[in-house]
């Protein structure tokens, strides 16, 4: 039993990383039903604008304060946000028209471009990563908390938060989500879609920036290739529960999450991936638009 | 009379055809105008490229004196140009009040857009009943009293209406017609497009007959019903 809850705070909080970056994909799919999968390399920019800013810019690293750390998440934030609205200003929004295996290949080029790119400024050897001051594990009942867990989903809880009530509860969110079910209807409503679209992948940037720097405290080496898995990861949550439902995508990162750690607890860690790509195959079969996915019928 | 819309010679294409071919008309302020016409000819373009979702490749069209070809649809809602679309465009999984809050998108006089809500559904009842619904589960009719009462909304100067008959029973298209009278005499310009030519041309002060992208015939409405070619093309005698 204490096996078991202990598996489940691990899969919590692999799980609240992959919703972050989850919460990209679907937003982005939202309003323009495109895959962006230049959007795990975001979450890498993200732990790299990290590294860079706690090892080479400043000392921070060898003395990490929670304030440095607030400081650098903020600036991964600013950094990928700026970085998203880049990127869809420069190689999406060119091809708005075009059919859509055109933006899919283009997203695909800016993938490799961050990727390689990254390799190229950056080198390709993992470096160690510390923005967290070190910290003991906690110890509940028996259970031992990790520090980075307890960070990891408070502030992947708090951000989720804070984006529940700007999707739902904002005039921008209303957009997004009026661009999401029909654009041309909502451009006659006066809503303006190159802004909306915009926000958006700079919304989605943002969280992905977060998960950078919570992803690589948890695994603190970072390298210009660390984005490629957890970002096919956090695609399959996103289709999991339902590609374009914002809740769905905390809700398939977060089974994700728990059914990895399960798997490599009482199986054999290098199921763990297989894991993630056989609910992908397995949803796909059985219910295609996802758990909180909806297939809606048009009245004539 | 002040000519509120006016387009001249304009031009669409999609890819290589050639949709509309130097369509020229004016709605006058305050007018109900319709366009009538066979299905392709040009008539849900028009009001696509007056609405700003399609970008003409020729000609002008100006509205309230400015040249307003190519401005994005949201500029132009701003300034009172509403588009109640082809196959009503409602948002089905909102509730209906939602959907008409929706076409209050851009104003924040919160007091006014409650006057103009309850206005709305003083000119559509059902719509009250029916307000914490979602717009989906409405009937066509009810769906297309939605879309009109949504438009509104914005408190447009000039309202286009794209086929507010299409697929409703006889009774539900003559409350619709009514209705439509009724917010043109409460002073807002309509542009309506429409396959029913006989009860489009009822209410209209003015009507275009287009085909093949083109205007061939205009008038009065009245003249337009007893002309002798529009009732034999349009009016199946």
């Not at chain 1, 000392?59 to 946000?81: D, F, K, R, V, W």
Request: proline share 4%; hydrophobic share 50%; charged share 15%.
């Amino acid at each position: 039993m204490r096996e078991l809850l202990q598996h489940i705070i691990n899969g919590v909080s692999q799980g609240a990383i992959y919703s972050l970056i989850a919460l990209g994909y679907t937003m982005v799919y939202g309003v323009l039903k495109l895959i962006n999968f230049a959007h795990g390399d975001v979450f890498m920019i993200g732990s790299m604008v990290g590294w860079y800013a706690s090892a080479r810019w400043t000392s921070e690293a060898q003395n990490p304060s929670i304030i440095g750390a607030l400081g650098i998440t903020a600036l991964a934030m600013a950094t990928c946000g700026l970085l998203g609205f880049v990127i869809e200003r420069l190689a999406y929004r060119p091809l708005r028209k075009a059919p859509k295996i055109n933006s899919l290949i283009t997203a695909i080029g800016v993938s490799f471009f961050l990727e390689y790119g990254g390799q190229w400024l950056f080198g390709p050897n993992p470096r160690f990563f510390r923005v967290l001051p070190p910290h003991p594990a906690m110890t509940v009942a028996g259970l031992s908390i990790g520090y980075v867990d307890v960070v990891t989903i408070a502030t992947s809880l708090l951000l989720m938060i804070v984006l529940q009530r700007i999707v739902f509860h904002s005039r921008m969110g209303t957009a997004m989500r009026a661009v999401s079910w029909n654009p041309d209807v909502a451009a006659l409503m006066g809503i303006n879609i190159d802004l909306v679209i915009s926000f958006t992948f700079v919304l989605g940037s943002v969280l992905a920036g977060a998960a950078g720097i919570l992803y690589a405290s948890k695994y603190p080496s970072v390298h210009p290739l660390m984005g490629l898995m957890p970002g096919l990861k956090a695609f399959v949550a996103a289709v999991l529960g339902g590609i374009g439902n914002v809740p769905g995508a905390m809700l398939g990162g977060l089974l994700l999450g728990l059914a990895e750690q399960l798997v490599a607890g009482y199986g054999s860690s290098s199921w763990r991936d297989a894991v993630a790509f056989a609910i992908l195959i397995l949803i796909l079969l059985v219910k295609p638009s996802g758990l909180l996915g909806r297939t809606t019928a048009e009245k004539v | 009379m002040t000519v509120l819309l006016e387009l001249a010679n304009i031009d669409v294409h999609y890819g290589a055809i050639h949709a509309l071919r130097g369509i020229s008309f004016s709605v006058a302020e305050g007018e109900i105008v319709t366009l009538i016409g066979a299905n392709g000819a040009g008539k849900t373009t028009t009001l696509r490229a007056v609405s700003g979702m399609l970008k003409p490749t020729n000609g002008s069209i100006k509205y309230s004196g400015a040249d307003i070809a190519g401005l994005k649809p949201h500029k132009l809602v701003a300034r009172g140009l509403c588009h109640a679309p082809e196959g009503r465009g409602i948002f089905p999984n909102l509730t209906v009040r939602e959907n008409l809050l929706l076409g209050a998108f851009l104003r924040r006089d919160t007091q006014e857009i409650a006057k103009d809500e309850a206005k709305g559904f003083a000119l559509f009842p059902v719509l009250k009943e029916r307000a914490a619904q979602p717009a989906g589960t409405l009937s066509g009719g009810e769906q297309q009293m939605l879309a009109i009462a949504r438009a509104l909304m914005a408190r447009p100067k000039l309202l286009l209406l794209d086929e507010p008959s299409l697929g409703l029973a006889p009774q539900v298209t003559e409350t619709i017609f009514r209705i439509i009278e009724e917010i043109n005499k409460a002073g807002v310009t309509i542009l309506l497009v429409e396959q029913n030519a006989h009860l489009a041309l009822g209410i209209a002060h003015h009507g275009y007959v287009l085909e093949t992208g083109t205007v061939v015939q205009s008038g009065t409405g009245q003249e337009l019903l007893k002309s002798p070619e529009i009732r034999k093309a349009y009016l199946g005698e």
